[in-house]
């Protein structure tokens, strides 16, 4: 089954420490999301991905936080001197086409939990 | 901006019971309105999907229908089963901006009893 897969999908980090999060989307697929979901919330945008281009990344909490997709396939996303209030569900999730087609289906993988001691 | 507002949880029903799950919305334009389900350890699904006024989606015996003059999707099912016991979220994607990201509500956890 080709979904979206997501690494790893529990990270413990102590307040300061950086972290990577990484996303394989589903083969083939053009655009890539990011979202970070509180415990009892719904998810959050946080940034997008058009292939390999960042066009959007309005929904990044601070400069701690970066993201990349260099050859337009599998996703990074960074986030440095982590602190408490980091701590949540950062999910991922690819769609087939460009974002200019509203109604395109965005598939979401398992997310990764990080925990922020 | 975008936004979407969902009942409140948690909601509890006895099995075969008939479920309602409120949601509206404020977008500008015509977005496209999801239901997306998670289940107990699970990642979120895609249950169903209208893309434009008086559409109707359907999946698994729930049902939501696109009504622009309320601006709402409310979710149904006529009886619901203990299998159904998740956290369901409703969302929006909107016609603004390069991303075009889904807004979602805060989410309504649903347990169904036998």
């Known amino acids: 089954g080709a979904g979206v897969s997501q690494s790893p999908r529990y990270k413990v980090a102590k307040r300061g420490q950086d972290v990577a999060l990484r996303c394989d989307p589903i083969?083939?697929?053009?655009?890539l999301f990011w979202y970070q979901q509180a415990l009892g919330q719904g998810p959050e945008f946080l940034t997008y991905?058009?292939?390999?281009?960042?066009?959007?990344k309005s929904g990044l909490p601070s400069d701690r936080f970066f993201a990349e997709r260099p050859e337009g396939s599998v996703s990074t996303l960074k986030i440095q001197r982590t602190q408490q209030e980091d701590s949540a569900v950062y999910l991922c999730?690819?769609?087939?086409?460009?974002?200019?087609?509203?109604?395109?289906?965005?598939?979401f993988g398992p997310g990764t939990r990080l925990t922020v001691l | 901006g975008d936004s979407v507002t969902q009942m409140e949880g948690p909601v509890t029903l006895s099995e075969e019971a008939f479920l309602t799950i409120n949601c509206t919305y404020t977008a500008t334009g015509y977005p496209s309105l999801f239901w997306y389900v998670q289940y107990p350890g699970e990642g979120l699904q895609l249950l169903l999907k209208a893309t434009k006024a008086d559409d109707k989606g359907s999946n698994k015996g729930f049902e939501a229908t696109y009504r622009k003059e309320t601006t709402s999707f409310h979710l149904e099912k006529g009886s619901v089963q203990v299998s159904d016991s998740a956290v369901y979220f409703c969302?929006?994607?909107?016609?603004?901006?390069?991303?075009?990201?889904?807004?979602f509500g805060s989410g309504t956890q649903l347990t169904v009893l036998p």
């Open positions: 991905f058009q292939n390999e281009a960042q066009l959007d």
């Open positions: 969302a929006l994607r909107g016609m603004v901006g390069s991303a075009r990201q889904l807004t």
């Open positions: 999730a690819s769609s087939p086409s460009a974002g200019t087609r509203a109604t395109d289906t965005q598939y």
């Open positions: 083969s083939g697929h053009v655009s």
